[in-house]
């Protein structure tokens, strides 16, 4: 599976992006999206067009973690959401490692079917990005508590990124 | 960055990021480095930043009153030298206390998570506030607790408009130590606490104008009216969310 994650400000500009790959099941952590060089922008582009989605989910469930909220069949991109907040949003673009199978009878997806890194929206996988989410969220409430940080500027803290590497190792 | 022709030497290792080596010559000549400095990253003495605070450390810490009422009472000054009516003035405290309200919403839904609570994390979830009374709830009993230690002392909802209501605080710490000399008598220094109120508000999605009005009685004499009045579209949306039966 890989990963592009993304804050999205109450005006819609991105102000922290990190793109990783899975480290469970023998994952090395990097990320290999589907649609290789162009993921780059596409994937900004995909999660973007989901906060369509996000506006219309947002008032009917009061959650902060609002599930699986949208999908990308071409290149099988899944979309995750949570709301901080301040109509912050965090965005997970999710892609899994093999290419959706027809036969069910394939052996990669027998083995792994309700694995975190092969399928993007079994219970499991649900309740691991739920968990990353929450972390993140504890992160974001202390880079808020920083005099220094206004909402709406980017965050460029290195600590910042590695605790969310850290949050991404330990649950996706 | 990395152009150092015209640049003093120790300088230019600073900022080029050439890795722990030059950083220890030029700047930190004891400390031990690790993989941020290269970044240019400063970490205070004790390498502790503001991600290894626990966020609920401070939680029943209270600052003492007389710390705020001096700190307060240069921002009333510095804001009184720079205006020149009670409004003016006014509008310059919101402006102190809104981007607080905006940080202090997520602390508050942070702090009614169950890992924000201390307890280990279970499945329960924080709710963010989608109709006007959660949000005045979440104003009155977690707000208020929060910035001054006891809830607001009443709630109310305007019988002429239907899109107001007043927050009712007796005893507003703002104005505990502040004498409003007569000829600006309808100066209220809570407009400060008005504007923690209002970014609340705004923070989440119930764009509002929050004013804070002097209603003294004989009881109270610094009695405070906050009162928030929501935008049109915030009224319509509530309406619609009422039809479709979300609480």
Known sequence: MSYYFVIISPTDSPLFEHTFGTSKAGGDGVARFRNGETSRYMNQFIVHASLDVVEEVQWLNNNMYLKHIDTYPPTNSHISCFLAGTNVRFLLLHQPSTAPTTSSSNRSSTISSTSVPHNPTSPQTEEAIKQFMNEVFEIWVKTLMSPFYRIGMHIKSPIFRQRVSAAGRKWL | ?247
């Open chain 2, 1 to 247: 960055m990395s152009g150092p022709s015209n640049v003093p030497p120790s300088f230019s290792d600073r900022v080029s990021g050439t890795g722990p080596q030059q950083l220890l010559h030029s700047r930190h000549p004891v400390q031990n480095q690790n993989s941020s400095s290269s970044t240019g990253l400063r970490l205070p003495s004790n390498k502790k930043t503001i991600y290894d605070r626990n966020l609920n450390r401070s939680r029943n810490a209270e600052l003492g009153r007389a710390s705020f009422a001096f700190l307060f009472m240069e921002m009333v000054s510095y804001a009184q030298n720079r205006v020149k009516g009670i409004q003016e003035l006014e509008k310059r405290l919101n402006e102190q206390g809104h981007p607080l309200g905006l940080k202090l919403l997520d602390l508050l839904l942070y702090r009614s998570t169950p890992a924000g609570s201390s307890s280990s994390s279970s499945s329960a979830q924080a709710a963010r506030p989608l109709r006007v009374l959660p949000l005045l709830t979440l104003l009155t009993t977690k707000l208020y607790p929060l910035l001054f230690s006891r809830p607001a002392d009443s709630l109310e909802q305007s019988t002429t408009n239907p899109g107001e209501y007043m927050i009712i605080d007796n005893t507003p710490l703002t104005n505990q130590f502040i004498s409003v000399p007569k000829d600006m008598s309808q100066l209220s220094c809570a407009a400060f606490v008005a504007g923690i109120i209002e970014g609340v508000c705004d923070g989440a999605g119930f764009e509002s104008r929050v004013t804070s009005h002097n209603h003294a009685t004989d009881v109270w004499p610094n009695r405070t009216v906050f009162l928030v009045k929501f935008e049109n579209h915030v009224l319509e949306r509530e309406r619609e969310l009422e039809r479709a039966g979300i609480k």
